[in-house]
């Protein structure tokens, strides 16, 4: 079975989500810990600081002194936790980026596939309190008690893919490891469910402390009663608020009853089919160009011409012991073993395509790698010497003043002498840590051929008066394979991407999108869902009955609320399956 185009360019890493959110205000200077949560398994990776003055590392903080930040990985490695070694400095504004552009090529955070975290996409920001600890506005003190939880207690027909959230009526302190550390030290959430593995749960917490949002890895077992309690008297880790209260033991229990799993729902989409489990090899060419006009696009920096192959065994192995690239003149390069991530790497960076293509030119390569205990594999490449051309935005003005509460259509250059099936497109739109719009997206489903030359970004996708980072690729794959090697996944790769602003417009100001986090059939049979979004403002529930010429249609409204996300339920659905639903902002 050969990997499609769409799977490889979804191996690429996307952040979903950082705590405390960003441009997050009033942050309790205790608090001390920042979460960094990714759509796929990362490379645990922990000297992300890098080595001062010789090799800069994954992470750039300003505000704080960064040698005191110290990092751990959640147990499927999709959270990363830097917790600080002393409290947050008050009244201080603190930033962070994720891959910068000058970060060292070996210390890059990037995917358990060993492909990178964008450079220079992922930063934001938040602003502590005062010292005495702030927290996000709302009444603090006193005992804290649980608000609610979501899937409620005693529902039945959960959607396997479900996550759980528990909601505080105050802020509490963000303890990153409330699960514990089995069986050494009992957390403060406690789980039991025939089928159910404790240990796959990771939990975050929301920017002003209150929401403590559990995501089982993989789907939780069907038709099964899962019980959770919080603070249990024997929990080692205990459960407190800002200020230092401890949630009461025992006080505080509950179950749920999962539903058949029959029926796939979005959480259920897997776009690549890989498990996360498996190790990958690479090799790739690729140039990143900039569009700040209506003007060709340009070099992106001095470093914009790149080769890589990465190498990483399966997480059951065995490991990988060795590495190589034989390239057209019938040189061999060796990979470098890079220490703590199990990563076997070859790249180089150059400032033009003419010296990328020196050194490393289109033709006939070999990849090879030697697994413990196992003979050497010998993988024939043969590269393009032909690049596929720059994507180019032709409505760029436009793209610069896109109307918010209207559906824009982002229009390009054509990919000339694209072909199905080697060849494909792709389109990310990002707002500081969010992914916001993909094109493919197989989840949504979003299709978008290789001979496509616009995309059209839907009312709700964009929020007025924001700046957002787009990126469209041209691609060509020369190799794809899933099955000759177990548990391991191969590609090759020729690209060229070019990152432009997308800027709107609108009388929405500082309106999220919605996203959906929750969804699940009530016992009577009504969809009931369950999302986030700006607190406070209405959106419009629309529902259709497919996606392929849809007609949406208004079926009622929900409102965020700071304590929570808005849960609606359709009344009207009926039994005519399937259903999509979108929500929009008023």
């Given at each position: ?161 479900a996550t759980i959230q528990f909601v505080f009526d105050q802020p509490m302190a963000k303890i990153p490891q409330v699960g514990g ?131 990483t065994a399966p997480q059951d192995g065995p490991a990988i012991t060795s590495a190589s690239a034989t390239l057209p003149n019938g ?196 969809p009931e869902l369950t999302f986030t979004g700006t607190a406070g403002r209405t959106y419009t529930i629309e529902r259709a009955g ?41």
């Open positions: 079975m050969l990997v499609t185009a769409m799977s490889i360019q979804a191996q690429v890493p996307k952040l979903v989500s950082s705590q405390p959110a960003n441009n997050a205000t009033g942050v309790a200077v205790t608090s001390k810990t920042v979460s960094f949560v990714f759509d796929i398994a990362m490379l645990p990776n922990t000297e992300l600081n890098g080595v001062p003055n010789l090799f800069p590392g994954a992470m750039k903080w300003t505000g704080v002194d960064a040698s005191n930040m110290n990092y751990s990985w959640s147990e499927d490695n999709k959270t990363l936790l830097c917790e600080y070694s002393e409290n947050f400095p008050a009244d201080t504004q603190i930033r962070w980026e994720l891959n910068p552009s000058d970060a060292s090529d070996f210390l890059l955070l990037m995917s358990a596939s060993a492909v990178p975290l964008a450079k220079s996409t992922y930063s934001g920001s938040f602003t502590t309190g005062a010292g005495g600890g702030g927290g996000g506005g709302g009444e603090t003190g006193g005992v804290p008690k649980l608000a609610s939880s979501n899937p409620a207690d005693g529902a039945t027909a959960v959607a396997v893919t550390v089995p069986p050494f030290a009992k957390g403060a959430v406690t789980w039991s469910g025939t089928g159910l593995t404790a240990s796959k749960f990771s939990y975050a917490w929301s920017g002003d402390g209150r929401t403590l949002t559990c995501d089982y890895q993989g789907n939780l077992p069907a038709t099964t009663k899962i019980s959770w309690s919080l603070n249990d008297a024997d929990a080692v880790i205990k459960l407190v608020s800002e200020e230092g209260e401890e949630l009461p033991s025992g006080q505080y229990a509950g179950s749920f009853t999962t539903g058949a799993g029959g029926d796939p729902g979005p959480g259920d989409c897997d776009p690549d089919g890989i498990p996360e489990t498996w190790g990958g090899y690479n090799l790739t060419k690729s140039a990143s160009f900039v569009q700040s006009s209506t003007a060709d696009p340009v070099p992106d920096g001095a470093e914009a011409f790149v080769f890589g192959s990465f190498i040189t061999r390069q060796n990979h470098e073993m890079i220490p703590f991530v199990g990563l076997y790497m070859l790249s180089g960076a150059y400032a033009t395509e003419a010296a990328l293509d020196a050194a490393y030119p289109g033709g006939g390569y070999t990849l090879r790698f030697q697994q413990s205990g196992q003979t050497e594999r010998a993988f024939p490449m043969t590269v393009p010497a032909t690049w596929p051309p720059v994507p180019k935005i032709l409505n760029f003005a436009a793209a610069q003043a896109v109307n918010a509460a209207q559906a824009f259509t982002l229009q390009w250059t054509p990919f000339t002498g694209g072909a199905v099936p080697n060849d494909f497109l792709s389109l990310i739109i990002s707002s500081g840590t969010n992914i916001v719009f993909t094109a493919p997206d197989p989840c949504v489903p979003r299709e978008l051929p290789v001979t496509a030359t616009s995309v059209v970004l839907p009312v709700g996708t964009l929020a007025s008066n924001a700046t957002y980072t787009a990126t469209l690729t041209y691609a060509r794959q020369f190799y794809a394979s899933t099955n000759t090697v177990p548990n391991m996944a191969g590609f090759g790769v020729i690209s060229r991407s070019t990152e432009f602003p997308i800027k709107t417009t609108g009388p929405l100001s500082g309106v999220d999108p919605a996203r959906f986090v929750g969804y699940r059939l009530l016992p009577n049979g009504n497919n996606l392929v010429s849809p007609v949406w249609r208004s079926v009622g409204t929900a409102t965020p609320t700071a304590a929570g996300p808005a849960v609606f339920e359709d009344t009207q659905a009926g039994t005519t399956r399937p259903i999509f639903y979108r929500a929009v902002t008023n």
